[in-house]
């Protein structure tokens, strides 16, 4: 039987457009709920309830088109991609270090304001090249997402890894008129190369996903990294560690696959923040292109690869990506 679970109650701290979950200074894995097994924990069920309220909330505030109307979110560019029919939209919000201190518990020692850059697309449910079916979005993105970044961008993910898992089987999470089902909960890290001479970077993060189970075939879901102070995963990777943020949502509508993701970083190191935000926007956006070509990739690798399993991921070159590896520590 499913445990259904409410909004935050009365008397808790209510999760606004600006919460202190989802934000690029991070949690301390101390402060995450017990992993408990086989059933969820009694505190699993607040703090799901404030990361998928912060997330929707914040990213329902982007434009549906390249222009603000006095959204906090400002538009960028509209960029074309060869492997994308769709054109992408990206926009920047900076959340101003005064609003992030209204909004700290006390715990964040250096508050400095976030530049998040988000990016809208709307794409064909096709299987057929410059889209991607419905299927292949969830499989690729919410099914199997860890596993497919590193397939897709094998020249910058060179490794990651599942520290722990939470038990979240028949969780919902009713929030407004969406009810959170197939929910997951894990403590990962992607390790990625930097041109030489920078260091190699560790990005800890907790990846929280779900699905709506008031749509049919899962026609909504979001994909919730946060990031974490694990300051121990420099030396288990001699890397630097660095913050990463992000929040993902895409939609089976009926103009299309509506696909959003809104990120906030910090590379850390010697790589300067100017430098790093200059190059957001287009990486990001770029993101697109990369995921379609791989996909139309992996349509023609897998049928022409005899032998291979249906849930295989083949990288650009033909060759099956070990599943992430699952390490406790």
């Excluded at 970077?201 to 879901?221: G, I, M, Q, W, Y």
Aim: net charge neutral; charged share 25%.
């Amino acid at each position: 039987m499913a445990t259904p679970v409410q909004v935050c109650s009365p008397g808790s701290a209510q999760p606004t457009d600006l919460g202190r979950i989802v934000r690029l200074w991070g949690m301390d894995p101390s402060s995450l709920p017990p992993a408990a097994s086989p059933s969820p924990s009694e505190d699993l069920v607040p703090f799901l309830t404030c990361v998928f309220e912060e997330a929707a909330s914040f990213v329902d505030k982007v434009p549906t088109a390249p222009c603000s109307n006095g959204s906090a979110w400002i538009p960028e560019k509209t960029r074309t991609f060869d492997n994308s029919d769709a054109p992408v939209d990206t926009f920047k919000r900076i959340v101003p270090a005064s609003d992030l201190r209204a909004i700290a518990d006390g715990n964040v020692v250096e508050l400095r304001p976030e530049t998040w850059f988000v990016r809208r697309s709307v794409h064909r449910d096709d299987q057929k090249p410059g889209t991607a079916s419905w299927s292949e979005w969830v499989r690729h993105l919410l099914d199997d997402g860890a596993n497919s970044e590193r397939a897709f961008t094998p020249s910058t993910v060179v490794h990651t890894r599942r520290i722990k898992t939470w038990a979240c089987q028949d969780l919902k999470v009713v929030q407004g008129d969406h009810t959170w089902t197939n929910v997951t909960m894990a403590w990962e890290e992607s390790v990625q190369k930097l041109p030489w001479p920078l260091k190699k970077r560790v990005f800890p993060v907790l990846r929280v996903t779900a699905s709506d189970e008031n749509h049919k075939s899962r026609a909504e879901f979001l994909v919730i990294q946060i990031a974490l102070r694990d300051e121990g995963a420099a030396d288990r990777h001699m890397a630097v560690v660095g913050a990463y943020t992000s929040i993902e949502r895409l939609r089976h509508t009926m103009f299309g696959v509506e696909w959003t993701m809104g990120t906030v970083s910090d590379y850390r190191g010697r790589l300067p923040v100017w430098l790093q935000k200059c190059c957001a926007p287009r990486q990001l956006a770029k993101g697109v292109d990369v995921f379609l070509k791989w996909v139309a990739a992996q349509r023609t690798m897998m049928t022409a690869s005899a032998g291979g399993d249906e849930g295989d991921l083949l990288d650009r070159e033909g060759r099956r990506v070990k599943k992430v590896a699952t390490f406790r520590i």
